[in-house]
């Protein structure tokens, strides 16, 4: 036992420590953030669950109780592993084991990235800076941003795996740097976005270091990873027609408001719980986080003056990823966001410090690389002392709502909320903005008929009807492309022209079984598809490592 924990001593103390940023986790009940649509969210990946809808693409009880293509556009990762945890610890118990686990895989994936490379105790100031960057507590107690926070907890998992398959073509590490790469396309579009580009600069970095030795094999983990994520990637751009994603850029999410000031980044350390207003008084935080860039500094110092030039060029790649990220946060870059169009759509500049506190804990294991001996010692309990005791305060919520039940959170007004919530941000192009709740049954536009035995699951739908004249039926789901209606088990026409977009049935005189499914485009079966090709391809390469070689 002994022995173990010296070897394991780094990682126990940063689990240990994930206590400090952990612990409003355990309080009974729930908590405050932006985003209060993790249960739901939960609760509606798990209906897909039961219903057999795999991958799961529609949800029935959002967009006001419409229905909408959620996790056809919204990175479904968290989510399936949330709606898995749910059947053990119910709904709340399973969003709250969503916020737990990428605050504490964060820091270990950091601390064993920069241990790979800088080495043990180096490692452990990096997974101590990544762990209480005040980023990351941002998203998880303020903004309650799940697939954000995950992508940031994989993505030195990422880092790390791709490092090794350069540096060793063995079969662990393609199978391990292909799953981590494929977990952080399915985690966060906008973290997809942002960190792909360093990811391959740092993959060629390392190559070139190796001197191009086997340089084909990072590549083709990276293709397989985006063949396994295809079943949502190919969807999630391609399909992006097919909502009005003008919404996700409205005025207060256009990134024209959403610069922030040097001030911001580098000084000011006020935390509050409101929205992102960068010229308000009350605004979010944007900092960088202190000792985080102070170490950035410190580093070029040490490097400018210090004899021992070590790890250069991997330093200046370092500063030039967190340089790059830290610019693109202040409207001196907005020529790169005119010029670069998809960039709208990451919305707030501030989103770059994913970037720059990334590269900021890597440099502090770097700085503290230049140390040994007693020096290293203190200057390393020193920076975790310090880093713990300027930044654990900002993870916590403004509000805790003590006992909240899934019972409750789930029913009456709490569950018309969620239903409510981001309604424009995924509604299809063909439906209007609906101001009250879906009608919980089909209803007779015109004509004269009864209806009964309607259900409605997360990808189908069913009810009887009898019409004692020629009737339009509406249906209480938005109509969107896959949409399939059957009648008397036979396919039939429908309509989307009423009001808000939702599906409408003409129906002769009679007696009719009415019933929908949610089917596949091409585009989405192609997605299927490759994906399909990509785990067979993975397998067949977790037993015969030369077909890739």
């Not at 990220?325 to 010029?339: C, Q």
């Not at 018309?416 to 101001?435: C, F, M, N, S």
């Not at 009807?465 to 039926?473: C, G, I």
Request: proline share 5%; hydrophobic share 50%.
């Amino acid at each position: 036992m002994k022995k173990i924990f010296s070897n394991n001593w780094p990682l126990v103390l940063i689990v240990l420590l994930s206590g400090l940023v952990v612990w409003p986790l355990f309080v009974s009940g729930y908590f405050s953030h932006h985003d209060n649509l993790q249960v739901i969210r939960i609760f509606e990946m798990r209906k897909c669950f039961v219903d057999l809808q795999i991958p799961c693409r529609w949800v029935p009880d959002m967009g006001f109780g419409n229905g909408y293509p959620l996790f056809n556009f919204y990175g479904p990762l968290a989510y399936y592993l949330g709606a898995v945890v749910s059947f053990l610890v119910g709904y709340i118990g399973a969003a709250k084991v969503l916020f737990l686990l990428p605050l504490i895989l964060g820091g270990v994936g950091m601390y064993f990235l920069a241990k790979e490379i800088f080495g043990k105790i180096p490692g452990v100031i990096s997974g101590v800076l990544y762990l209480f960057a005040p980023y990351r507590a941002l998203d998880a107690y303020v903004r309650g941003a799940v697939g954000e926070s995950f992508a940031l907890a994989i993505i030195p998992f990422v880092f790390l795996f791709t490092l090794r398959l350069v540096k060793e073509k063995s079969r662990k590490n393609f199978l391990l740097a292909t799953i981590s790469t494929f977990l952080l396309f399915v985690s966060h579009n906008i973290m997809t976005l942002l960190f792909t580009p360093p990811i391959i600069v740092w993959i060629v970095f390392w190559l070139y270091k190796e001197k191009w030795k086997g340089f084909k094999l990072p590549f083709i983990s990276l293709i397989l990873a985006f063949g396994l994520a295809s079943f949502f990637v190919l969807p999630a751009f391609f399909e992006k027609g097919l909502v009005q994603t003008d919404a996700l850029i409205r005025a207060e999410l256009d990134f024209r408001a959403q610069y922030v000031k040097v001030s911001q980044l580098f000084v000011d350390r006020s935390w509050n719980y409101g929205g992102s207003q960068p010229k308000a008084s009350d605004t979010i935080s944007y900092q960088i986080g202190w000792p985080m860039w102070w170490l950035v500094v410190a580093s070029l110092f040490v490097t400018f003056f210090s004899k021992r030039k070590k790890k250069l060029a991997l330093f200046s790649l370092l500063i030039l990823f967190f340089s790059f990220s830290v610019f693109m946060t202040h409207n001196r870059s907005a020529p790169i966001w005119e010029l670069i169009k998809i960039l709208a759509y990451v919305q707030f500049p501030w989103r770059f410090l994913s970037i720059a506190v990334f590269s900021a804990s890597l440099v502090g294991g770097y700085l503290v690389s230049f140390f040994d001996g007693k020096s290293l010692i203190i200057v390393s309990t020193g920076l975790v002392v310090i880093t713990v005791l300027l930044n654990w305060q900002y993870f916590r919520p403004e509000h805790f709502y003590y006992g909240l039940t899934d019972t409750e959170i789930l029913s009456g007004q709490n569950f018309v909320d969620q239903q409510k919530g981001a309604l424009l941000d995924y509604l299809p192009k063909t439906a209007l903005e609906p101001r009250e709740l879906a009608p919980k049954d089909p209803y007779v536009a015109s004509g004269s008929a009864t209806i009964t035995n309607f259900v409605n699951k997360s990808g189908s739908w069913e009810f009887k009807v009898k019409a004692e004249e020629e009737s339009t039926v509406e249906v209480p789901v938005f109509d969107f492309p896959g949409w399939k209606v059957f009648v008397n088990g036979e396919e039939f026409p429908h309509a989307h022209e009423n009001i808000l977009g939702r599906i409408g049935v003409d129906l002769p005189v009679g007696e009719f079984e009415v019933s929908g499914k949610f089917t596949n485009t091409p585009i989405r079966n192609l997605g299927n598809t490759i994906t399909l090709v990509s785990i067979v391809l993975v397998a067949i390469y977790a037993k015969n490592r030369k077909i890739f070689i």
